[in-house]
């Protein structure tokens, strides 16, 4: 069976890394979204792309689920002695990662390029692709205006009230043609318990047409999200966070939905496919047992 | 009496930090070489006027002279890993430097702007300047063609023999107005034991006229260098390395020239004026005596 996962950082990783220990590589296809991308200090920093490819290859720090294990931080802690900026924490091993990408992107090589030699580099086996080559900002409109979604999200620690998004650069970035190759050939698209506002829309935004079956696994159990800013956003958008809510959110696309356990006795509430079981991935046994789950699922419902 | 120094890297700062300890700081300006700078990894990296500046400061790494003390290398080792370059060993610390300066050139200022704000962060007093804010970039000609200083020097490890120096943009570059201004209010200049051709050659060219009263140190102490490649220089131009190369490569400009008590059989053979002392600098105590023993020497002759 032929995935293809819809990820943006921290959750969306976890369930990357879990069907990453699942499927043959060569049936896994990662797309992740780069509209947290943004230039700072000069380079291009795509976090949600690290964290995945971090993550896979077994680099990234356990206790954060963002940036490297055994990380140092002299590097920024120079950068703040001079007076730089220092609001956006950069270890010394990740800004490797983001000065040798913008020194490659400089020499003229795409994203998708890039991140696949640094995949051959980690010994990452299944294909991560970001969404485009094109750039794809994210912006967060609030009510103190329109941020950059680093600016709202890490400077701003997600204060600001949100009223919508806009996906700059969405319209008309093409999706990467290693993301195209992959949906022709998936038998499946599993969107990853992640952000659906500001990780999995701006990759739908960017695919615009899935003719394949999506099953969505919930970032938000029992109305909370493990990390992250959705459920918060949910409640200012005016919607009552729930795994409900998500389902509804990407309705017109669902062939399935995987709900946590705790959200049980929503069940009856759902009108398509769902799956209840324990979504919180803890340890990398949790993942993979995740995993096998939704590709059980999506066997069954495809049946 | 207020002193202007011409200095290259290790020898350079060692001398300015022994003048740094002696003199008040309002009468002391450090005119660095710039021509060994260049940009690797998407960054400007101007190697003297950070060990300069890190000497001064007290961060300098004690037993390479170059670097900061207590470094780590986490970014370059991901680089490496990465396949990015990794011929030039740069330390986490560092890296902050050079991307916090890169960021600031790319705003707008100059590049003694930025060294002036970087020596305030540090807690730097005397007054620290590139010799020009436009980039001047030696060239080593050798018998592999003419390779840009920093390959010549760390990644072919001075291996190529040199047949001469070439200083791109040195006929156009203006000293910086601070270094100008210094100029003027200078009782006396002292040519640090720094490089002839490839430290002080660059700022001479740049400063163009120089007015004033000049002293040198010799970096050559019994036909050998402390660190560098000065002498094999020398030899590979078909100059007997030794003080007295050196002197005779000042000669027009100088108004007394010192070199180390092992070279003391070579007094005789010199024309101008001449201290003879210990040159070598293994302490801060060393380089505060010998800044002293400069200043007095400098006192005398003028009488």
């Given at each position: 069976m032929k995935i293809v996962a819809l990820a943006g950082g921290v959750g969306g990783a976890k369930l990357a890394h879990g069907l990453a220990q699942t499927l043959p590589p060569q049936d896994l296809t990662v797309i992740v979204n780069t509209g947290d991308d943004f230039e700072h200090l000069g380079l291009t920093i795509c976090p949600d792309l690290d964290t995945?490819?971090?993550?896979l290859a077994g680099l990234a720090n356990s206790s954060t689920g963002w940036g490297r294990e055994n990380e140092t931080w002299n590097t920024i802690t120079n950068i703040e002695k001079l007076g730089g900026p220092n609001w956006f924490r950069l270890g010394d091993q990740d800004f490797g990662t983001h000065i040798e990408r913008t020194r490659r992107l400089k020499e003229g090589k795409s994203l998708s390029q890039i991140t696949q030699e640094f995949c051959t580099a980690w010994g990452i086996q299944p294909t991560v692709l970001?969404?485009?080559?094109?750039?794809?900002?994210?912006?967060?409109?609030?009510?103190e205006g329109e941020l950059a979604f680093q600016e709202y999200f890490v400077h701003r620690?997600?204060?600001p009230r949100v009223s919508g998004f806009r996906f700059e650069g969405a319209a008309t970035a093409?999706?990467?043609?290693?993301?195209?190759?992959?949906?022709?050939?998936?038998?499946?698209i599993i969107i990853c318990p992640s952000n659906p506002w500001v990780s999995i829309d701006p990759i739908l935004r960017v695919l615009k047409e899935i003719n394949?079956?999506?099953?969505?696994?919930?970032?938000?159990?029992?109305?909370?999200?493990?990390?992250?800013?959705a459920?918060?956003?949910?409640?200012?958008?005016?919607?009552?966070?729930?795994?409900?809510?998500?389902?509804?959110?990407?309705?017109?696309?669902?062939?399935?939905?995987?709900?946590?356990?705790?959200?049980k006795q929503l069940s009856d509430k759902f009108r398509g496919k769902i799956l209840v079981t324990d979504t919180l991935m803890n340890s990398n046994a949790d993942r993979a047992r995740l995993a096998r789950d939704v590709l059980h699922f999506i066997g069954s419902i495809q049946i």
């Open positions: 995945v490819c971090y993550t970001p969404m485009s080559d094109s750039p794809v900002r994210t912006i967060v409109c609030t009510d620690q997600c204060h093409q999706p990467t043609h290693g993301a195209r190759t992959a949906l022709e050939a998936a038998d499946a394949k079956p999506v099953v969505a696994v919930s970032p938000i159990i029992g109305g909370k999200t493990v990390k992250g800013p459920a918060k956003m949910y409640a200012e958008l005016g919607i009552e966070p729930s795994a409900l809510a998500v389902a509804e959110h990407y309705q017109r696309l669902l062939a399935g939905f995987i709900l946590d356990n705790k959200d």
